[in-house]
Each structure stands twice: as structure tokens, then as C-alpha cells.
T-cell receptor
Framework: NAGVTQTPKFRILKIGQSMTLQCAQDMNHNYMYWYRQDPGMGLKLIYYSVGAGITDKGEVPNGYNVSRSTTEDFPLRLELAAPSQTSVYFC????????????FGPGTRLTVL | ELKVEQNPLFLSMQEGKNYTIYCNYS?????LYWYRQDPGKSLESLFVLLSNGAVKQEGRLMASLDTKARLSTLHITAAVHDLSATYFC??????????????FGQGTILTVHP
């Protein structure tokens, strides 16, 4: 199993540009999550999904959109990038049992200039 | 709203010494997680604590949970350089519709030096 994969690893955007961060998992996990991690801070939840076709907002959803058309994929869309979206983005997945932990991808480092 | 606070935020330890990282949270929860993050890397799961009084140990790390006090501790025994990393606690939002959402602490940056 590859686990949770994310692409790209790094990206520089200009203000106002848009992009999609890709996330895929091959563990047949029901739950998937997007977080952002600002320097020296913990992770904050952007969006999450409990299954294909079902998504909901987390703590910091403004400026982002998600979709989940398959169990495996959970892309995060940034529209009209702003410097405040400069961050490291992590995708995670979880099967769904009480004792389950979240498995994290390697992250995407995004800079908006 | 669930808030999670860790202390200390920075910890510089000598090799061979013991120390404890504390994680306090503000509302009822039934699950608490500890993760490790190496610089520039992703998060690695260390422990899942599910009930009051739960204790888990792996090598030089031991985690415990006191749900009544809303407190978890991560105890480091005889620190070695390889333990240098950032440690996060994360608390599961309570309730049937929590869907495994986590609230993270700020992280504790641990540096172990000779």
C-alpha cells in the first residue's frame, strides 16, 4: 500500500491564481481530512469527508473547496489564492473505528506571492 | 468549542534525563492521540488513548490519559537524540457526529542534546 499520497510536494502561486491539491489513499478508508499547518502551529481542519459524495466544513474553510467523487480521492481546491493561504497542507485518512488513528500524507508546501 | 493546550512549547533536554509534556483540553472527549513530526516531514501516530486511566508505552515514551482532569501526559525516559522532534497531542471532538475530527495542540518542540 502506498498509504496517503499528495501532489504536488511544493508549489508557488501568484495572488489570485487557483490550483488543486491532490490527495489519494489506497487503504479503502471512509474518512478523509484536509489540514493546514502554519509555521510553529498545530494543524487546523479545513474540510473533511465521511464518504464518497459527503463533505463538510472544518474550522478554517474560507477560500477552499473540496469534492469527493470516489473513496480514494479527496482534492482540495484553492480559488483566488491569497498570501494568508501560504502554509503546509496535509491530507489524512481514517478507516472509521473507535480506536482508529488518522494516517497523514507527506504534505504540500504552498507559497502565495 | 474544544481547545487543546500543550506545555511546554519548547523543551531542551539533556540526553539521559526524564521529562513530561502536558496536554490539557477544555471539553469532554473520549479519545486522545499523540503524534510525532520530524522537521519538514509528515505526522506519525504514536499513541491512541481511549479511556480514563489508559497508559501506553513504546520504548522511552509513555502516554497516559486522565479524562476527569482533561489531561494527558507524554513522559520521556532517559532521552536520546533520536527523540528530537515536535510532539502533538490531538483530541477527538465528542459526540456522534464528530466523525473523528481532531483538535490539535500547538505542539512541543523537543530538542535532546548531549
Amino acid at each position: 500500500n502506498a498509504g496517503v499520497t499528495q501532489t504536488p510536494k511544493f508549489r508557488i502561486l501568484k495572488i489570485g491564481q487557483s490550483m488543486t491539491l491532490q490527495c489519494a489513499q489506497d487503504m479503502n478508508h471512509n474518512y478523509m481530512y484536509w489540514y493546514r499547518q502554519d509555521p510553529g502551529m498545530g494543524l487546523k481542519l479545513i474540510y473533511y469527508s465521511v464518504g464518497a459524495g459527503i463533505t463538510d466544513k472544518g474550522e478554517v474553510p474560507n477560500g477552499y473547496n473540496v469534492s469527493r467523487s470516489t473513496t480514494e480521492d479527496f482534492p482540495l481546491r484553492l480559488e483566488l489564492a491569497a498570501p494568508s493561504q501560504t502554509s503546509v497542507y496535509f491530507c489524512a485518512s481514517r478507516l472509521g473505528g473507535v480506536a482508529d488513528t488518522q494516517y497523514f500524507g507527506p504534505g504540500t508546501r504552498l507559497t502565495v506571492l | 468549542e474544544l481547545k487543546v493546550e500543550q506545555n511546554p512549547l519548547f523543551l531542551s533536554m539533556q540526553e539521559g534525563k526524564n521529562y513530561t509534556i502536558y496536554c490539557n483540553y477544555s471539553t469532554t472527549s473520549d479519545r486522545l492521540y499523540w503524534y510525532r513530526q520530524d522537521p519538514g516531514k509528515s505526522l506519525e501516530s504514536l499513541f491512541v488513548l481511549l479511556s480514563n486511566g489508559a497508559v501506553k508505552q513504546e520504548g522511552r515514551l509513555m502516554a497516559s490519559l486522565d479524562t476527569k482532569a482533561r489531561l494527558s501526559t507524554l513522559h520521556i525516559t532517559a532521552a536520546v537524540h533520536d527523540l528530537s522532534a515536535t510532539y502533538f497531542c490531538a483530541v477527538a471532538n465528542a459526540g456522534g457526529t464528530s466523525y473523528g475530527k481532531l483538535t490539535f495542540g500547538q505542539g512541543t518542540i523537543l530538542t535532546v542534546h548531549p
